[in-house]
């Protein structure tokens, strides 16, 4: 069974004609600006940096000060007006396709719900959102994480999974790209003795990577958590369509509750850059808690991080400010060795690194930690 982006469910929403029509225009208009990126190098090295030079006799120090001379030029204006806009009309389109869709999509999941394929929902009617989760509508998705219409209500993960394959194609990145795909490629090279018995997704949003550990683990109990109750509806629903199981939970990555020493393996996808500073430490500190003698931790996220050009990490801190991701710069300037070893690892155990994509440009990021059998 396909467990990446080519994956196709009941669940997952139809399109019409002109629903794919759309698609189509936002990812062609989302690959043009992805290209005019680097023509905003070209301008800020030729143009913005020396003008920036004339008057201080120095370059940029800062992101702050690249952004403020690059804000003088009209090629940068139109390309991050357009590179917003592209954003929120991806969005809208694949909204549209969801609402029109949602009535079969209920009766899906309420079919569903039975957990034939032996997964599980647990939802806390009085769970308090840790704070992060409602600072934005991260990435610009309508109504956030958090977002609910109660009773049956699937649009946060619905839009989350349509979403984030609209993005991918939009970015370059392959149907066969899979984030769990490149740790479980990972796990094998790497670890290949590692036989979980419990596995741990934290994060899990619309459960994608939670079915790929599933899949390729089917010895394993599955678990995952998230904030968001639609989140999580979607998630179990979608899961149960790919007859997997997986036993998923409305819980605050800040204080799970579960046992210690309940897991072999924990993992974490894109979590690390969406959760504050003081969060992170947390999902340190409860991965740690949670790890069995022997156990394995893998936090894997976009590879801000590492040796990058102050132009680079001026490209990264626009993603804050338009893009709503606020906790981006967090993340990449986060001592995440550091994090670890306080929240309880050993640092030799600790481990920093990047995977190829398997089906597209660039790396992913991964914070590896063990602990010791005799712990």
């Known amino acids: 069974m396909e467990t990446n982006r ?25 690959r043009q600006l992805r290209a005019m990126t680097r023509g905003n190098e070209m301008i800020y090295s030729r143009l913005a940096e020396p003008r ?35 954003q929120e ?74 979403g984030g394959n609209m ?15 490149a740790v479980i490629g990972f796990l094998a090279q790497r670890f290949p003795q590692l036989r979980p018995r419990r596995i ?30 639609a989140m999580l509806r979607y ?15 409305q819980m605050d990555i800040r204080r799970l509750r579960f046992p210690d020493q309940s897991f072999d393996l924990i993992l974490s996808h894109n979590l690390m850059h969406e959760i504050s500073s003081a969060t992170m430490a947390r999902l340190f500190a409860e991965s740690h808690r949670l790890l069995r003698a022997g156990g394995l931790v893998i936090h894997q996220d976009v590879p801000t991080r590492g040796k990058r050009s102050l132009f680079e990490r001026f490209l990264f801190a626009w993603e804050t400010e338009y893009n709503n991701e606020p906790f981006w710069q ?5 001592d995440v060795r550091r994090l670890l070893a306080e929240a309880g690892f050993e640092p030799e155990a600790v481990e920093e690194t990047e995977l190829p994509k398997l089906d597209g440009p660039g790396t992913w990021y991964l914070a590896v930690a063990g602990k010791s059998a005799e712990a």
Do not use: N
């Open 89 to 162: 009309m991806m969005w809208d389109t694949v909204e549209r396709t969801i609402a029109r869709d949602m009535p079969r999509m209920l009766d899906a999941a309420r079919r569903l719900a039975g957990a034939a394929a032996g997964g599980s929902l647990s939802l806390d009617p009085a769970f308090v959102p840790p704070p992060d989760v409602l600072t934005a509508d991260i990435h610009c998705q309508p109504g956030g994480y958090m977002r609910s219409e109660g009773g049956d209500d699937l649009m946060a993960g619905a839009l989350y999974e349509s």
């Open 330 to 334: 967090a993340f990449a300037q986060a």
């Open 6 to 30: 080519s994956s196709q469910h009941e669940m997952l929403a139809r399109q019409t004609a002109d629903d794919r029509a759309r698609g189509q225009f936002v990812v062609g208009l989302k």
């Open 167 to 181: 993005y991918s194609s939009g970015v370059g990145i392959g149907r066969r790209d899979s984030k769990a795909g």
């Open 52 to 86: 920036f030079r004339a008057r201080h006799g120095r370059s940029p120090d800062t992101v702050e000060e690249v952004g403020a001379e690059l804000a003088q030029e009209s090629y940068y204006r139109l390309w991050s007006a357009l590179t917003r806009g592209a």
């Open 200 to 229: 741990l997704d934290l994060g899990c949003s619309a459960g994608s990577a939670s079915v790929a550990y599933a899949a390729s683990f089917p010895d394993a109990e599955v678990h995952a958590v998230d904030a968001g109750p």
């Open 235 to 249: 998630a179990h629903a979608r899961a149960e369509a790919m007859a997997l199981p997986v036993h998923f939970h």
